[in-house]
């Protein structure tokens, strides 16, 4: 499995923002010969009283030169790999991490958002320079 470009950067702003990196990447087998892989998996146990949160987190740049072929990848992995969490760890909340300047620019337009609340993507907003989260949409 080929890593995204800012795959570090994303699992760097990660770690800082509390996580623990469990798995990477996360491999689910959806069959005896079919298995996906998602970039990352990670928990953060926020209060001793609280169960560990469980995230699985597929990374995306959007550095090609067609934004809206990456977006309908993008977009059909989460599709699959939300299927196959839901399937064998129910626990786990699968967010598409994007970085802050294709969220600003591109997933602005109304056609993207649309798409996105249609397929309830959860978003993590990151920046590759600084390694940090800036946001989290639900």
Do not use: C
């Not at 469990?22 to 079919?34: F, G, K, M």
């Not at 030169?65 to 786990?92: C, K, M, V, W």
């Not at 397929?119 to 800036?134: A, C, H």
């Amino acid at each position: 499995m080929a890593k995204d470009i800012f795959h570090q950067q994303a699992k760097n702003a990660l770690i800082k923002d509390g996580w623990i990196i469990t798995d990477d990447p996360l491999t689910i087998r959806i069959s005896e010969a079919v298995k996906v892989q998602i970039d990352l998996a990670a928990s953060n146990a926020i209060a001793a009283e609280r169960e560990a949160e469980k995230i699985a987190v597929e990374i995306k740049s959007f550095i090609a030169d067609s934004d809206i072929s990456e977006f309908h990848t993008a977009l059909g992995q989460y599709i699959n790999y939300s299927q196959a969490l839901e399937e064998q760890q129910p626990e786990r909340i699968l967010y598409l991490a994007v970085p802050n300047e294709t969220y600003q620019d591109f997933f602005q337009l109304p056609f993207i958002q649309r798409a996105l609340r249609r397929s309830q993507v959860k978003l993590i907003i990151y920046d590759p320079t600084q390694e940090e989260i800036l946001q989290w949409t639900k």
